[in-house]
């Protein structure tokens, strides 16, 4: 018998709680808007200093000639905002996410367990914890200033909106529309200290829409029979739907280099050609800047990248899940480390 909802069964504990919020989603994106915030703060791109409105530049200040406070105290303060700010608007996104979807978390495994799902948080608490999330985060950003406010805004309503109650359960364009929500937080962290959108930052939302075409699809193979459960339409769904996808199913054809990529399929081709677009940018992030740092970044970034599509090739012989499962992680890893790269560079 379906549980009713608003009908807990027991307390919510620490795992419910992490359920709700989804610690990894929220990791990820706070460190991707740190990592937007430290970039933009260190002026490798051309920004000038810290100054007294939150934001950075070219010796007055945000355009309103307010004098400059030194980076070394003010830099911590805004990392930390920015940090706080991001996760308590994911979270909140999150808890959200988990109301809307709670009908189709029944049909999954993985999800039917959740608390939204399996009744042990009323609907009507779960709407109120996530607002209450989504007003702290977008009451902190907007302590930074109002365009970090009003990208953390843009996000949330494009995740919530367009991505889970439009596109979700109805289209494989679902990656690229969520795509767009889960690139919006380097350019939260960006603005918080400089107002101004610049190339550098439209480069980090670019490559964080194009890494995440990669990581969706890795997903998409790696719980592809919960997502056919689910109803849920996923990029390459049809191939990955076989029984026994294998290495000669659903490929491109004949014309590939080389025996393993003709073999490869083409749910896995696909997500390696995501990872090859991803090549540029390491170097194109840090154009028009000199020192040793900018190629050990370069080389350093486009490396791990590598490592990722090599990685996809030489285990092309997995089963398509387990081949998506360690894709997907390797996903994350080189996200870590560009990000914790992006973030050490020093001051120019």
């Known amino acids: 018998m379906e549980l009713l909802e608003g009908t807990p069964r027991r307390g919510l504990g620490p795992r ?13 994106n706070t460190l991707t808007a740190l990592a937007g915030a430290a970039f933009a703060a260190r002026g490798a791109l051309g920004a000038g200093p810290l100054t007294a409105s939150g934001g950075v530049g070219s010796g007055g200040g945000a355009g309103n000639g307010s004098p400059p406070l030194a980076l070394p105290l003010a830099l911590p303060l805004a990392l930390l905002a920015v940090a706080f700010g991001t996760a308590a608007l994911v979270a909140g996104a999150c808890v959200l996410n988990n109301w809307i979807d709670r009908d189709i978390d029944r049909s999954m495994e993985r ?34 200033g109002s365009t970090p406010a009003l990208l953390g805004f843009a996000g949330s309503l494009i995740y919530l909106g ?32 400089d107002p101004h959108l610049s190339w550098g930052a439209a480069l980090l939302f670019l490559f964080l829409l194009v ?19 689910a109803a849920i339409p ?62 050990a970044f ?29 894709m997907f992680r390797m996903s994350l890893a080189v996200l870590v480390a560009l990000s914790a790269g992006l973030m050490a560079i020093p001051q120019s």
């Open 162 to 193: 367009a991505y889970s109650l439009v596109v979700k359960r109805r289209s494989t364009l679902s990656s690229f529309v969520g795509g767009l929500a889960g690139a919006i937080p380097p350019l939260i962290g960006w603005t918080a200290i």
């Open 298 to 326: 370069t080389l350093g970034a486009m490396a791990a990248t590598l490592a990722w599509a090599a990685l996809g090739v030489l285990s092309a012989r997995l089963e398509s899940a387990a081949w998506g499962r360690l």
């Open 16 to 28: 419910d709680l992490a359920a709700l919020i989804k610690p990894g989603i929220v990791a990820s």
């Open 111 to 144: 999800t039917r367990d959740r608390p939204t799902a399996a009744g042990r948080i009323g609907a009507g608490q779960a709407l109120g914890l996530g607002f209450l999330l989504t007003a702290l985060g977008l009451a902190t950003l907007a302590a930074l």
């Open 234 to 295: 996923m990029p390459g769904q049809r191939e990955n739907g076989q029984l026994g996808v294998g290495l000669g199913e659903g490929r491109l054809g004949e014309g590939l280099p080389g025996k393993k990529l003709r073999g490869l399929g083409r749910p896995r081709f696909m997500v390696l050609l995501w990872i090859a677009l991803l090549l540029p940018f390491p170097a194109l992030l840090v154009a028009g800047t000199s020192g040793a740092w900018r190629l």
């Open 211 to 229: 890494w995440q075409q990669a990581h969706v699809r890795a997903l998409a193979m790696a719980r592809a029979s919960e997502y056919r459960a």
